[in-house]
T-cell receptor, first 110, second 115 residues
Framework: GQQLNQSPQSMFIQEGEDVSMNCTSS?????WLWYKQDPGEGPVLLIA?????ELTSNGRLTAQFGITRKDSFLNISASIPSDVGIYFC??????????FGTGTRLKVLA | NAGVTQTPKFQVLKTGQSMTLQCAQD?????MYWYRQDPGMGLRLIYY???????DKGEVPNGYNVSRLNKREFSLRLESAAPSQTSVYFC??????????????FGSGTRLTVV
């Protein structure tokens, strides 16, 4: 089945550093979502993007809908220990269903 | 503010046993979904229900059945559990019928081990 490629798969960063991750697909999507999953919990929606080129922020998080509609990017500024978790992208088109990426596992070193 | 509630949270089954995973949402959402999450595989769609009274197969439906009991509840049944079904199962719901209606709200998951 189709899945999105997320990069990097995992990363260790120092507290206070900025983080960048991306998601790419061979298919075009008209919606991109970014989720965060804490250990033992379900994913929680962080940001939703609905238009190519759109740049949206949620606190220290900023996400962009790529111009080609085949990719999306998430940046976290000034990371803190509670940013640890797995970040998933999801692409959607048409009705009902999203395709999820394989996740980027983030660990923040205090 | 319950959102999406899944039961049970943990379950251990023997190969060949059956069980039903329960999911209920209190947000009056139309669409509901069952996903499984395996290490390195992300989230894969098992079945979904676009609206009350309808269900459709997702990417990995083999070995599972679902029931959309009413607008609130969507259950997932394993008729004869296999070790390959060891996974974390997530139920999700969404308000609308198109992806433009917003993202999913997920439950906290059921961790299933089949021995």
């Amino acid at each position: 089945g189709q899945q999105l490629n997320q990069s990097p798969q995992s990363m260790f960063i120092q507290e206070g550093e900025d983080v960048s991750m991306n998601c790419t697909s061979s298919s075009i999507f008209n919606t991109w979502l970014w989720y965060k999953q804490d250990p033992g919990e379900g994913p929680v929606l962080l940001i939703a993007l609905y238009k190519a080129g759109e740049l949206t922020s949620n606190g220290r998080l900023t996400a962009q809908f790529g111009i080609t509609r085949k990719d999306s990017f998430l940046n976290i500024s000034a990371s803190i220990p509670s940013d640890v978790g797995i970040y998933f992208c999801a692409g959607g088109s048409g009705t009902y269903k999203y395709i999820f990426g394989t996740g980027t596992r983030l660990k923040v070193l205090a | 503010n319950a959102g999406v509630t899944q039961t049970p949270k943990f379950q251990v089954l023997k190969t060949g046993q059956s069980m039903t995973l329960q999911c209920a949402q209190d947000m009056n959402h139309n669409s509901m979904y069952w996903y499984r999450q395996d290490p390195g595989m992300g989230l894969r769609l098992i079945y979904y229900s676009a609206s009350e009274g309808t269900t459709d197969k997702g990417e990995v439906p083999n070995g599972y059945n679902v029931s959309r009991l009413n607008k609130r509840e969507f259950s997932l049944r394993l008729e004869s559990a296999a070790p390959s079904q060891t996974s974390v199962y997530f139920c999700a719901s969404s308000a609308g019928r198109t992806v433009q209606s917003g993202g999913y709200t997920f439950g906290s998951g059921t961790r299933l081990t089949v021995v």
